[in-house]
């Protein structure tokens, strides 16, 4: 049985592109790659909790990155992860201009619409990882 | 007199992004920050801390923190305690939750009506603490007072 893909996205709680990184893992988890993705909790890892390295070891995994500072992709990296796949909203929204996603709880459409988008990215990259076999 | 920085009380949610508790952290820390405690708290974002944020940890050796986690493995308590000071409060949603007998909270994505009220009493848990940090009197806190049932 081949192992879910781990994606985490960064926890930022400052800025919307944070929040907008958040929904985009529940975007591609819960509604387009269920079957193939899960959301691992970047504080977990980071802080070397068992199960949640277990999940992320040895494995490709997705970062969705708020910020440049792309703490959820380090995360993965010193988790462990063997590749680490970027989806960065700070680029994202650069190929969407026009959006303006606001809030941080609870995102307005633009901000939706931008983590959609994102969420759409990622599962372009799980629909590759299966096709090579990768994750198993 | 010099001009001394005000003091502001660190907020650190853990924001579990696996778990319901996460989102409620989530929220409950930003409701203080925009609405409850504008003035006198700030966040510091959980990531940032952990990754080697020299701001976020510099901030929490030198001013009071306050962690909020969704669970008892308490990620956001043992990181600041790790990576600069023991946070002055602990804060642990499913504690609260407990006391107060609530029931589903909904998803990490979408909480329920009983997750938003749940967020609503952890930000209150929140003022409490962070009005003790700054001797303020009681009485000045918005909304109702926690412990009631969900």
């Known amino acids: 049985m081949k192992r879910k893909i781990a994606v985490v996205p960064c926890s930022g709680i400052g800025k919307s592109l944070g929040a907008a990184a958040r929904e985009a893992a529940y975007v591609l988890t819960e509604d387009l790659r269920p079957e193939k993705t899960k959301v691992v909790a970047l504080s977990l890892l980071v802080m070397g909790d068992e199960e949640a390295r277990r999940g992320v070891e040895g494995g490709e995994a997705i970062a969705i990155d708020g910020c440049k500072l792309e703490c959820a992709a380090k995360g993965l990296a010193s988790a462990g992860a063997s590749k680490v796949h970027k989806v960065a909203i700070f680029d994202c929204i650069r190929r969407h201009r026009g959006l303006k996603p606001e809030g941080v709880c609870d995102l307005n459409e633009d901000g939706l619409k931008l983590a959609r988008a994102a969420a759409h990215e990622a599962a372009k990259i799980v629909d590759d990882l299966d096709e090579e076999g990768h994750h198993a | ?150």
């Open chain 2, 1 to 150: 007199m010099p001009d001394l920085p005000k003091k502001k009380v660190g907020l650190i949610a853990c924001s579990g992004e696996e778990m319901p508790e996460g989102t409620v952290t989530r929220r409950a820390v930003r409701k203080v920050l925009e609405t409850l405690r504008p003035d006198d708290t700030v966040t510091l974002c959980l990531p940032l801390f952990l990754a080697g944020g020299e701001g976020e940890r510099a901030f929490a050796k030198c001013y009071p923190t306050i962690a909020v986690d969704g669970c008892d493995k308490r990620c956001a308590a043992r990181a600041t305690e790790k990576y600069s000071a023991k946070p002055v409060a602990s804060i642990v949603v499913t504690d609260i939750a407990k006391e107060r007998g609530c029931g589903a909270i909904g998803t990490a994505r979408r909480l329920n009506e009983r997750g938003l009220r749940l967020a609503d009493a952890v930000a209150e848990k929140i003022v409490q603490e962070t009005d003790r940090q700054l001797k303020k009197k009681p009485g000045e806190c918005a909304g109702k007072a926690p412990g009631g049932k969900c």
